[in-house]
């Protein structure tokens, strides 16, 4: 194979339903005739072990591991980057493996991914989950364990301790000296935008914490004068009421404002956006998301709204979810709108 001038063979478990002993042989049978050659493994995760016989491919001579930030791909997804990463350099002084990959910007590649997917990060999720590092005090005194927990640490990973807040009376100097601190350097332009987004929420919210400042500042920009935005939003519903939502839209100069009635009141601003736009979406997922804390907390949105057959995803943001039910599917149809202008 080398003769034939590959550089690289790679082994793929395509259906992802290998185990790691089996896994791990095949590199192990290979590997002696490998001469020159680079043995890849590309694993996939439909049983939940794309990691563990990644890990067994290169304890077995695999020096490339095919994988994906926050593990996504086709059906169950592929071996997770930050896993395989974080896992070769926990266990390093066993394996003497390391990668090069910057671990501190693991955790931010992983939140920016999963804005970007719509694909948002469980909170479970290990290494660049929320709970990756909530260590409850009594399963940490065990001895065995106590070494472990030490190996890997939220600052390795650039997941920064969340214990700074920021009042309404913050300027933007200090604003810009959190998110210098949280490992952002933020252009001009995009401090601006968020220190306006800053003092709407501080007027709403006693005080802003550090995940709510990094959601503020990965809060999308689709600005496109054709585009439309919200301007405002009211609803009105209850247990015995038929919940109707009036929506006020903004496109270039024009606004359009529509009333609509629905299920519930996200259903409601929905339709009233539809009649505006003369665009009708089949919401197909729809997620929320808690930023911070407490019942003033920041909130997240994600939704999927297929436009013509075809899937856009959008997020919003508001202390308010009804507010932000409405910025994420505006987000969705603004795709479809830039979708279809390409491809005239």
Not at 79 to 96: F, I, N, S, T
Not at 129 to 155: C, E, H, K, W
Request: contains cysteine; charged residues 25%; proline residues 3%.
């Amino acid at each position: 194979t080398a003769a034939a001038g590959a550089s690289v063979v790679t082994r793929a478990d395509t259906t992802g339903y290998a185990v790691p002993e089996e896994y791990g042989a095949l590199f192990r049978a290979v590997r002696d005739q490998a001469d020159k050659l680079i043995l890849g493994a590309h694993a996939h995760n439909d049983l939940g072990l794309a990691v563990a016989n990644s890990l067994a491919a290169v304890q077995n001579g695999a020096r490339q591991v095919v994988c994906t930030v926050n593990g996504v791909g086709e059906r169950t997804g592929c071996a997770a980057l930050e896993e395989v990463v974080m896992l070769l350099h926990a266990r390093k002084d066993q394996w003497g493996f390391s990668t090069g990959i910057a671990q501190e910007e693991l955790y931010k590649t992983s939140r920016l991914f999963g804005n970007l997917t719509g694909m948002p990060v469980q909170r479970n999720k290990p290494i660049v989950g929320a709970n990756a590092f909530a260590y409850q005090s009594a399963t940490t005194q065990d001895g065995a364990l106590a070494g472990m927990v030490q190996r890997i640490t939220p600052g390795s990973v650039g997941h920064k301790h969340k214990t700074m807040m920021l009042s309404k009376h913050a300027d933007k100097t200090a604003l810009n000296q959190r998110y210098v601190e949280l490992g952002y350097a933020v252009p001009p332009e995009d401090l601006d935008r968020a220190f306006q987004l800053f003092r709407q929420y501080a007027e709403r919210k006693r005080e802003i914490m550090d995940d709510d400042l990094i959601a503020i500042l990965e809060n999308p920009v689709l600005d496109v004068e054709e585009m439309y935005h919200l301007a405002d939003i009211q609803v009105h519903s209850g247990t015995t009421l038929k919940p109707t939502a009036t929506v006020e839209l903004r496109c270039g100069n024009e606004r359009l404002v529509d009333s609509a009635t629905g299920d519930g009141p996200v259903d409601a601003a929905y339709k009233a956006i539809e009649r505006i736009t003369g665009l009708k979406g089949n919401l197909t997922d729809y997620m929320i998301k808690s930023v911070g804390t407490g019942t003033d907390s920041i909130g997240e949105v994600f939704v999927r709204v297929s436009f013509d057959g075809v899937v856009f995803h959008g997020r919003g943001m508001s202390v308010d979810l009804i507010t932000g039910s409405a910025l994420a599917y505006l987000e969705a149809l603004n795709r479809a709108l830039l979708s279809k202008r390409r491809k005239k």
